[in-house]
Each structure stands twice: as C-alpha cells, then as structure tokens.
C-alpha cells in the first residue's frame, strides 16, 4: 500500500500567512508530490485557530518514508527550516497513513477543494466499514473518485475519507449523492464524524 505524511500546524496570531509561505518553501524542497491546504472553516473548536495541512506523497512503502525520516535527521539546515515553521505555531503535529485506495481523476482535472471526514468504528468492525466506504465510493461516482485512508498511529479504528472537488457547491453535491448510499456506516462508526474543508493553496506533481 501506499503512504503519505501530514503536517498540521495552527499557526500563531497573526502569523497564518507567513507560515503558509514557509510551508510551501518546505514542501517544495521535498521534491515529491501533494498539497497544502488552508481552511474553509475549522473543525476541531477547540484550537485557537483552524490548522493548515500539507499532504506529502509520493511513499510506496513504509521504507520510503524510513528514508525521508533518516534524511531529515542528518540535514541540520531542514531541520532548521522545520524548526523555523514551528516556532511560527501554537500547535504542530505529523500524521503517517496508508493510503487504501488513491484518488482517481481525469485528464486535466484540476481540484480546488478538499473534504476530510474522519470518523472511528466501533470495536471488532473497522474492516466492516472500510468494505463499506469502498462500496460507497464506487456508487458515487463523478469526476474525482474519494481517497480512504488510516493512520498508522493513534485510534486503530479511525478511518478517513478525503473527496476532491472544483469549488465547495461541487463538494456538497458530492456529499448529498453520498447520503443516498450510507447504509449501514451509522451503525459500524462510535460517534459522529468530524469534517474538513480546506482550500487547496499550493500543489506540488513531484
């Protein structure tokens, strides 16, 4: 399977923009694939302010991203940089997951927003309810096709469903189609969903 890294940071009063800045100089210096995006609105209340994530792609395996970590841990000057950007944030955290299916887009599709919805099974049933999204994501259909994926730390039931789209209008219609095929998730999940929206900033092919 392959992975990917996040990179949540809330940044500091009055520092959103210069962090964003810095984000995009580090993603860039990666040389791989992915995103940063800034909030449409924050989901979780309880941060002083919404976060801005960076996506980094591009790992096939676990090992690939054993050697991004071991090249960071002999470069002073990114660990620096990183450094820099944290000094910026009231909050930073990083976020390693596998990616269960990839997104699928066509030629010349270019997305401009992104929903997360993180959820977790109830014990005993995240195989269940990873099969399900699986299922959903077929029936939905559209242009762009959902990505699910899992941390490979914290909640071992936590399950997250990413949809792409051109602009938020296209992102609700994505999410009313999907209310047609829920079925059983409401039954499989331990509480209710949390929801992302982020506007896409900054986008690296790698």
């Not at 309810?129 to 039931?157: A, M, P, Q, Y």
Request: glycine share 10%; hydrophobic share 35%.
């Amino acid at each position: 399977m392959p992975y990917f890294m996040n990179f949540v940071r809330i940044p500091k009063a009055g520092k959103s923009f210069e962090v964003l800045e810095a984000m995009k100089t580090a993603h860039a210096a990666t040389g791989r694939p992915g995103n940063i995006t800034v909030p449409v609105g924050g989901a979780n209340q309880n941060n002083p302010r919404p976060g801005l994530i960076s996506l980094v792609g591009g790992f096939a395996t676990l090992d690939d991203v054993d050697a991004m970590q071991t090249a960071y841990l002999s470069n002073l000057e990114m660990q620096k940089g990183q450094m820099a950007i944290e000094e910026l944030c009231d909050k930073t955290n990083y976020i390693v997951s596998e990616m269960l299916t990839g997104p699928e887009f066509p030629d010349g599709y270019e997305p401009t927003t992104v929903s997360r919805l993180s959820m977790t099974a109830k014990p005993g049933k995240v195989q269940e309810l990873i099969e399900i999204l699986l299922e959903v994501r077929d029936k939905v259909g559209g242009d762009s096709k959902n990505v699910i994926s899992r941390s490979i730390t914290g909640s071992i039931g936590s399950v997250r469903v990413s949809a792409f789209g051109t602009s938020l209008q296209d992102l609700d219609d994505k999410r009313v189609e999907t209310l047609k095929h829920v079925g059983r998730i409401p039954e499989l999940i331990s509480a209710n969903p949390i929801r992302h929206l982020g506007r896409i900033a900054y986008t690296s092919r790698g």
